[in-house]
């Protein structure tokens, strides 16, 4: 009998040890490693005010976010070691019309290469062009609520690809600087 238990109590140790019950920012930064920040702070930020990549942390309208680097002067870039698409989880659902404005980097793999952009079970896309800072508008129709904004550059690289003398592990793809969220169309470049 002694022996039943003890196998019972060893079963339970190894299912413990192999689905633990933590945190989705525990789990991320340290089981998972798809995240370079664990309990990041946060500032006052709004939609409209949108995240500015520079800075330490996130907006207080950004719950958590996995697939980035850590800021850098310019912004972040996405990490392809860390998740092939980056992900934003907001604090707040949204719906309906939303348009999302980025200000991104190509790395030299990704340029002229396509980024695909899904939130809400929508999918869209936009197509860097430059290695230098571009704009796009991405805009979506959310017919239910979304709180995941996803990015995911198809062409990813390590720096060692493009600059033999780099020891940069990472796997490059879009260098964020700014994303904006508004409630509303995309207004025509413009206006």
Same mark, same amino acid.
């Given at each position: 009998?002694?022996?039943? @238990? =003890?196998?019972?109590?060893?079963? !339970? ?9 933590? *945190? ?13 920040? !664990? ?5 006052? @930020? ?10 330490? $942390? !996130?907006?207080?309208?950004?719950? *958590? ?5 850590? /800021?850098? *002067?310019?912004?972040? !870039? ?6 092939? @698409? ?7 659902? &949204?719906?309906? /019309?939303?348009? #999302? ?14 980024? &695909?952009?899904?939130?809400? +079970?929508?999918?869209? /896309?936009?197509?860097?062009?430059? +290695? ?9 129709? #959310? ?5 995941? =904004?996803?990015?995911?550059?198809? @062409? ?9 003398? *780099?020891?940069?592990?990472?796997? &490059?793809?879009? $260098?964020?600087?700014? =994303? ?9 470049? $413009?206006?």
């Amino acid at each position: 009998m002694p022996s039943t @238990a =003890l196998f019972v109590f060893y079963l !339970w140790l190894l299912f413990v040890t192999f689905h633990p019950k933590v *945190s989705e920012e525990y789990r991320a930064y340290y089981i998972d490693q798809s995240t370079v920040e !664990w309990r990041p702070k946060h500032y006052i @930020a709004t939609f409209e005010d949108g995240i500015d990549f520079s800075r330490d $942390g !996130w907006p207080t309208f950004v719950k *958590s976010a996995y697939g980035f680097s850590q /800021s850098e *002067s310019w912004g972040r !870039w996405t990490d392809g070691r860390l998740l092939p @698409a980056a992900k934003i989880i907001l604090a707040e659902a &949204i719906t309906g /019309s939303v348009c #999302l404005e980025f200000e991104t980097i190509a790395s030299v793999t990704q340029i002229g290469k396509a980024v &695909i952009v899904r939130m809400g +079970g929508e999918k869209n /896309s936009f197509l860097p062009s430059t +290695g230098t800072s571009e704009t796009h508008k991405v805009e979506f129709l #959310l017919g239910q609520p979304a709180t995941a =904004l996803e990015v995911e550059p198809s @062409a990813p690289g390590t720096p060692k690809e493009w600059d033999s003398s *780099s020891t940069d592990p990472r796997k &490059i793809g879009l $260098g964020f600087v700014r =994303l904006r969220i508004a409630k509303h169309r995309c207004r025509p470049a $413009g206006d």
